[in-house]
């Protein structure tokens, strides 16, 4: 089962950042945070991951807490491509997807 | 951008039958695996692989799965005969060692 927890829905406005947040309590001193997204059926896409610093990339920016206990994913300007379904995973190799948050980006 | 290819991308088949998803990884990625994401549901782990052989494998992943790399560059997931719960998106993905997963596109299986 999945090791995190995200709500189930949000919505941001298009040009807007996205703060998607993940809590990951049970985290464990070498497990990465890694975030995914789904554009409809189609595959998981990578954005990010880290380990306890922030990480940014051209996608997004992600935010640790100092105890790893939680983690925000950021979309600083979202447009309306960006509607998908997040996820938040915790692991060293295989990953356990959970339900996600269905972001949906609104004109 | 290298990225993980399936084929095919559609397949319908009927009950009992078996089917074959095939897979090209990245080239020098030697993590394989293989998920399935049933149709409004999350997407379900089923199998590890590396260096020929299975490493990690969940509850869903019976019998009736077998997963193989026939050559050095495809990676295969069959099911040997094909159940209506079996309909789902099957997503392949890859890695090289310390790097994250990446996926394919995905091959929807219907089963009749």
């Known amino acids: 089962d999945a090791k995190t927890t995200q709500p189930p829905s949000m919505d941001c406005a298009e040009g807007r950042a996205a703060n998607l947040p993940c809590n990951h309590s049970?985290?464990?001193?070498?497990?990465?945070v890694y975030w995914y997204r789904q554009i409809h059926s189609q595959g998981p896409q990578y954005i990010i991951h880290?380990?306890?610093n922030n990480e940014t990339n051209e996608m997004a920016s992600l935010i640790i807490t100092e105890d790893r206990k939680s983690s925000t994913l950021i979309l600083p300007h979202a447009t309306l491509r960006d509607t998908a379904v997040y996820y938040c995973?915790?692991?060293?190799?295989?990953?356990?997807f959970g339900a996600g948050t269905r972001l949906t980006v609104k004109p | 951008e290298p990225e993980v290819t399936q084929t095919p991308s559609h397949q319908v088949t009927q009950m009992g039958q078996e089917v074959i998803l095939r897979c090209v990884p990245i080239?020098?990625?030697?993590?394989f695996y293989w998920y399935r994401q049933i149709l409004g549901q999350k997407v379900e782990f089923l199998v590890s692989?590396?260096?020929?052989?299975?490493?990690?494998k969940s509850e869903i992943f019976d019998d009736q799965f077998s997963v193989e790399r026939p050559d050095g560059s495809n990676f295969t997931l069959k099911i040997r005969s094909t159940k209506l719960e079996d309909s789902a998106m099957y997503f392949c993905?890859?890695?090289?060692?310390?790097?994250?997963?990446?996926f394919g596109p995905g091959t929807r299986l219907l089963v009749l």
């Open positions: 995973i915790v692991n060293n190799n295989d990953m356990r």
């Open positions: 049970t985290i464990s001193g070498n497990e990465y």
């Open positions: 993905a890859s890695r090289s060692p310390q790097e994250t997963q990446y």
């Open positions: 880290g380990l306890k």
């Open positions: 080239s020098n990625h030697l993590y």
């Open positions: 692989f590396y260096n020929n052989e299975i490493s990690e």
